[in-house]
């Protein structure tokens, strides 16, 4: 009879669940790599886990996957028919292209995300009984998720947003027993090509387009309103940035305007008085932004210029760069050929000496020797003075272009910013237009009720009488003020800093 006692030690340590550990997958490669003098070839420096590309831990009743990322360069890897019951501690595996988790018992599709590389996924035979956690698998191609507990279709949508899957296997879900789920698979994912690894053909897509046209058709709105949201507000962010360097954001619309009444409570109310100082705030409303949106439009081409301006002195710098090095190659490539020719005279002066040779003509050899030797040093010498020469040149020049960059920069800049100040000033000067005419308007408007003024109650606090009406005028322009000042200095004190950093950077 078969008792535990019976199995071997290493059978017990096989059956009983177990980690991925160092030790397993050195082994694991030593024993699917060459074998012979090949694996003696391929295992005598050690094993490099780092570079590993492909790895098979199959049957082995594994439960935690673990250490796997000590093989970050990892393309393939096959984890089927094991125990494993939770997806974990792949997210360094991120040149991934292939991952088989068939035949273990994984409940739950997570950390998954982060193997954007992923081309093949293979799930076949778990207990998964939801599609998820794969939004950023953009080039998964072929997905095998058969055999598992999916019952509904919502699936189905999912996956129609990844573009690149060619291949899906669901055979064996409960989903896949109701009554025209393949043709709502063939219709609502149509860069399929294959079910089931059996191609699709044009009759069984277009009957299953047909059958679906209405949904396709208010789907197909959906998606194409969705995507011109996201490409909207990718264009918003892109110029947000743009924005941004050049010190201009949110100067484009009304944010100045709404920022200034953001915390003016009594300057709101002021404004709705009555129909003249609603008309008086509307075109505030529109005259205050545009100012906004020509100081935008200056700064945007002021940006412009000056990156320009960097543009042309990249370029000159880079230029005298490049003409100082080719004439020291031309330099260089002289002292070779020179010694080249000096040392070929050399070899055949001394090929001279040959067995007895009169004093007087060894003599003569040394001297023509010694009269190279000089000329080769004279070579060396005039090559490393010329160089230098070249060095001491480029090195003047580019003080030169970096002066002269620097004046330019610092005089662009200066004018730039003076032209600034004067458009925040336009800004104050129509602040202060409009709360003189609010001023007026409401005046006006309570000379109406003679000496006994009988206004609305909630009214009275707020211009009761003339004290209480310039106070609150005078504390609603001050705020109004504050917001201008403060995003004045906000700009002017970026773009300094930056001049102050981009001319020590030059100094450097």
Not at 119 to 127: A, F, H, P, R
Not at 186 to 207: D, G, M, V
Request: hydrophobic share 35%.
């Amino acid at each position: 009879m078969f008792v535990q006692e019976d199995v071997p030690t290493i059978l017990q340590e096989f059956v009983q669940p177990r980690t991925i550990n160092q030790n397993m997958l050195i082994n694991i490669i030593i024993d699917q790599g060459p074998k012979g003098e090949a694996g003696k070839l391929f295992f005598e420096d050690g094993i490099n886990l780092n570079e590993t590309k492909e790895i098979r831990i199959e049957f082995l009743n594994i439960l935690k996957i673990d250490h796997v990322w000590m093989m970050p360069n990892l393309v393939k890897l096959k984890l089927s028919n094991n125990v494993i019951e939770t997806i974990e501690n792949l997210d360094t595996l991120i040149h991934l292209r292939e991952l088989d988790l068939s035949f273990n018992r994984i409940k739950i599709m997570e950390n998954l995300n982060n193997l954007t590389n992923l081309e093949i996924l293979l799930l076949y035979n778990n207990e998964i009984s939801k599609i998820e956690g794969i939004d950023n698998l953009c080039n998964l191609t072929i997905f095998s998720i058969g055999n598992n507990a999916i019952e509904d279709w919502e699936h189905v949508l999912y996956l129609r947003k990844l573009k690149k899957l060619h291949s899906l296997n669901m055979s064996g879900n409960p989903c896949t027993k109701e009554t025209g789920y393949l043709d709502y698979v063939f219709a609502f994912i149509p860069q399929l090509f294959y079910y089931q690894y059996k191609i699709i053909t044009n009759e069984e897509r277009k009957a299953a387009t047909e059958k679906h046209y209405r949904a396709l058709q208010t789907l197909e709105e959906t998606e194409a309103k969705e995507k011109e949201k996201i490409y909207l507000q990718q264009q918003s962010e892109e110029k947000l940035v743009f924005l941004i360097n050049a010190y201009m954001e949110y100067l484009d619309g009304d944010y100045l305007f709404q920022q200034m009444f953001a915390n003016d409570k009594e300057g709101i109310e002021l404004s709705m008085i009555n129909e003249d100082t609603q008309n008086a705030y509307e075109e505030y409303k529109e005259s205050f932004p545009l100012i906004c949106q020509e100081l935008c439009e200056f700064g945007v081409k002021e940006h412009e210029t000056r990156m320009n301006e960097i543009n042309l002195f990249t370029n000159a710098i880079n230029e005298g760069k490049r003409v100082s090095q080719n004439q020291g190659r031309e330099i260089v490539n002289d002292i070779q050929h020179k010694k080249t020719e000096i040392l070929t005279s050399v070899k055949h002066l001394l090929k001279k000496i040959v067995g007895d040779v009169d004093t007087t003509i060894l003599e003569e050899i040394s001297q023509k020797v010694q009269q190279h030797f000089d000329e080769f040093n004279d070579v060396i010498t005039d090559g490393w003075t010329n160089l230098m020469s070249l060095e001491i040149e480029l090195h003047e020049q580019i003080q030169d272009i970096i002066e002269i960059f620097r004046i330019n920069i610092s005089d662009m800049v200066d004018s730039c910013l003076n032209t600034i100040r004067g458009y925040f000033l336009q800004l104050r000067n129509r602040e202060a237009e409009y709360n003189d005419t609010i001023n007026g308007l409401i005046l006006y408007y309570l000379s109406g009720f003679g000496d006994d003024l009988n206004i609305q109650s909630h009214l009275v606090n707020l211009c009761g009488d003339k004290d209480a009406l310039n106070y609150n005028l005078a504390n609603s322009h001050e705020k109004h003020l504050q917001v201008i000042d403060a995003w004045e200095d906000k700009i002017l004190n970026r773009l300094k800093n930056w001049l102050e950093e981009y001319t020590e950077q030059l100094i450097k």
